[in-house]
């Protein structure tokens, strides 16, 4: 039974910060690239950062230039660095290995 573990989300004035992380077992961490997803009340849930096992990254037009994605292979984690945040920004955030695993998510809040 594999599983992602996302941490760090919260409330948060807009304007602030979050970074978010999640774990993801060793066996599996360096052969997919990972991938932050949010879902929003109401709305589909979206791709917002890409990581490639090459650490190439790649982002949602509304979140470039604030969110940054990285990995830590040696913890076997992957982070989700989030500023200037928005009230759109509010969602259930996600981390996705490749296809196949999915984390439970982390709700962050960006109030007015």
């Known amino acids: 039974q594999v599983q992602l573990v996302e941490s760090g989300g919260g409330l948060v004035q807009a304007g602030g910060s979050l970074r978010l992380s999640c774990a993801a077992p060793?066996?599996?961490?360096?052969?997919?690239?990972m991938t932050w997803h949010r879902q929003a009340p109401g709305k589909q849930r979206e791709l917002v950062a890409r990581i490639t096992t090459a650490g190439s990254t790649s982002y949602e037009d509304s979140v470039k230039g604030r969110f940054t994605v990285s990995r830590d292979a040696a913890r076997n984690m992957v982070y989700l660095q989030m500023n200037s945040l928005k009230p759109e920004d509010t969602a259930v955030y996600y981390c996705?290995?490749?296809?196949?695993?999915w984390g439970q998510g982390t709700q962050v809040t960006v109030s007015s």
């Open positions: 060793r066996s599996i961490f360096s052969i997919f690239d």
């Open positions: 996705r290995a490749g296809l196949q695993y």
